[in-house]
């Protein structure tokens, strides 16, 4: 396994210059996006999103009284299913490096919110019986270093789930998939938040889809840090959800 850094995608230079200056960037746009992001989800996912992840949850063998930890919980989206299924709020916990995520996550969600990265789990080893993360796989530095942690941190017997939007491999299926949400999506983003920042993430949210390392590097990273039964489910031909297990 090699010791260098396994970036999800290549550096971006034409939205933060400098991989010093990534992490930055990338917390100023989802700070500034925090009040608009439910709302950008609904209008990308044709409202289809919550129930998709409910579903996503239970084919991961999440179960009523697991102790779950999402990370990059954003504004609570995933959690908010978890905790539908977990059925008890002391049983999830969500992690999110932007503080503007963590206040929208708040108003609406009743678990623990933590501010911390993936990369650095705060958290004791062998404590939770599923990990999940949805759709920031792309925001994380070095993939190996965060697996390691979502690995040192679950129970033995315990699963990790990562939702993710994986470029299509049909030229077809591309085009649309471009168009969608490298056109539509920022510009009704832009009409429905007035905000040019949300409008910004959503072009970043494709250039780092687009950019993303092929999902047999992901599942290979997973297999790296010692997770076993690892596979990819694809839902829609665009949805991937990654899965493993820790011995």
Request: glycine content about 10%; aromatic content about 8%.
């Amino acid at each position: 396994m090699s010791n260098s850094p396994l970036k999800p995608h290549p550096t971006l230079a034409q939205h933060y210059g400098s991989d010093e200056k990534r992490q930055d960037y990338i917390d100023g746009l989802f700070d500034a996006s925090a009040p608009h992001y439910d709302w950008i989800c609904r209008v990308m996912s044709l409202g289809s999103g919550q129930s998709y992840r409910k579903d996503a949850l239970l084919r991961a063998g999440l179960g009523p009284g697991q102790r779950v930890l999402d990370v990059a919980t954003g504004t609570g989206l995933v959690a908010r299913s978890a905790l539908q299924i977990a059925g008890d709020p002391t049983a999830v916990i969500g992690l999110d490096p932007s503080s503007g995520m963590l206040q929208e996550c708040r108003r609406q969600l009743p678990v623990r919110l933590v501010q911390g990265r993936g990369e650095a789990l705060p958290f004791r080893s062998g404590h939770f019986d599923l990990l999940s993360m949805g759709y920031a796989l792309r925001h994380v530095p070095d993939l190996r270093l965060a697996f390691a942690e979502y690995h040192r941190v679950l129970r033995s017997g315990g699963s990790v789930l990562i939702l993710e939007i994986t470029r299509p491999r049909s030229k077809a299926g591309l085009i649309f998939t471009r168009f969608y949400l490298k056109t539509v999506v920022p510009l009704i983003t832009r009409w429905g938040t007035h905000s040019r920042q949300a409008e910004h993430l959503m072009k970043y949210y494709w250039d780092t889809i687009e950019g993303c390392v092929p999902p047999e590097t992901i599942l290979a990273a997973l297999r790296d840090v010692g997770f076993v039964e690892v596979e990819r489910k694809v839902m829609g031909g665009i949805l991937s959800e990654y899965r493993g297990k820790k011995e």
